[in-house]
């Protein structure tokens, strides 16, 4: 049975106030001018602009609307598994299962309809098989290694990560969802490792 | 005529990472936590998330991705302009002619065809008459009282506001645009104010 809508809106304002936690969630990347590292709401902001400016250049017919979408939602997970940085080392099993149970506890604060209904793009997202899915996974992959550029090189120098390593990790999964988003920036963060001397 | 593929992805490179300045926006409201004020791009990813979420109190029809492309973009004009807080004292005039000029600039960075649909779109939120505009206002109206009720008082208390002022400029523009979201908040704002002994 439906709720009756307060008790919707209530769910529904308890599952957003949750999620202003994400503004307090700090990624390895940072600004494009260096001040700082970025929350994954600022992240999550980014990268659906992201989407919306750069839809043209998926290589299959998407629905920009639902990769942006996803984008919004993608790393509500890390609310309460944080967030664990491509150049790291973790258990990818154990950040799964943190990430799966986190998605049941989030997505579950919603009325039960719209629960399923987020979770289902959470997952599709996870699963990375749409079209959809592929091009919002690649774009994820794609915005850190342009503010790296932009500020001296960010996590890249911070993880002392080999060109080698960004390529295999981060190189595949941009030309995956985003072949012609690989090409523009594989140049140029070439060109980047090599000034450094990281190549 | 269309750009190549490259010099159109570059312009939408050069927008994308000016646009990335808007994490360096602060504005007046606090996260839920209280711990620090937000940044604008925070706050743009919160209000799309509330979009998504609450679309179905919208009073009429409305494209929710419409809706969510507009908050996105909404306020990357604060690049230039700055955020200006809803209970400062403004020149409504000058600030409007900034945020014109930031949009001609910004949106201005685009190949030409995105550049002019980016801008209609914020024109269009800007206008607030169509039904996705006016929801979209109104959710950028709805979310700071949620944070301030979160905080303690957040704005409300640094700014020194009354219950009478805060219905007549946050109320009435939640009100035109989501009248349930206005009902669900108004006792709640009126009981915090009671408590402070600020109505």
Request: proline share 4%.
């Amino acid at each position: 049975m439906m709720q009756s809508d307060t008790s919707r809106l209530d769910a529904q304002m308890a599952f957003l106030m949750e999620a202003d936690r994400l503004k307090s969630v700090i990624r390895a990347t940072k600004l494009a001018d260096g001040s700082r590292k970025e929350t994954t709401a600022e992240h999550s902001w980014q990268v659906a602009l992201f989407a919306l400016t750069l839809a043209e250049h998926a290589p299959e017919d998407i629905d920009t609307a639902k990769v942006v979408t996803m984008l919004i939602l993608h790393d509500l997970v890390e609310i309460d598994a944080g967030d664990a940085p491509v150049f790291g080392e973790h258990d990818a099993a154990a950040i799964e299962a943190q990430e799966q149970a986190a998605a049941d506890r989030i997505f579950g604060l919603l009325p039960e309809d719209q629960a399923m209904r987020f979770r289902a793009i959470w997952d599709e997202f996870e699963a990375n098989k749409t079209p959809e899915a592929r091009f919002a996974k690649s774009l994820d992959r794609f915005v850190p290694p342009n503010l790296n550029l932009a500020n001296g090189g960010g996590s890249w120098v911070d993880y002392n990560v080999s060109f080698e390593t960004f390529e295999t990790r981060v190189g595949a999964k941009i030309r995956n969802g985003a072949p012609a988003l690989w090409d523009w920036v594989r140049p140029r963060a070439a060109a980047f490792f090599d000034r450094l001397g990281m190549r």
